[in-house]
């Protein structure tokens, strides 16, 4: 069964920091670029930042960029977001997902919209 497994999400202050993993099972992940992607309640799905095959390129979303890193090691099978000086809009659902066709800035900027592979979520909450 190939599937995406988040986690690393829970409950943190503002200014706060977490680090997301993305886990992929049933399939290697260094075919594919990967992009976390988030939601909060009421919003549309926001692409965070992206990633390529071989991690030699990566976007951000404005809203994120200087306090998210995307990173990956393939030897893991495992996609990371390191997240620094969270604020309260970060508050939100945090999805991975997968593409084979999909070039790192299309994904993040379309959303996600066309990703082959999807996680279920994990939640990450910004407050005091």
Known sequence: QLQLVESGGGLVQPEGSLRLSCAASGFTLDSYAIGWFRQAPGKEREGVSCISRRGTRTHYADSVKGRFTISRDNAKNTVYLQ???LKPEDTAVYYCAAT?????QAMCVSRGY????WGKGTLVTVSS
């Open 114 to 117: 066309g990703m082959d592979y």
């Open 83 to 85: 997240m620094n000086s």
């Open 100 to 104: 084979l066709g999909l070039t790192v």
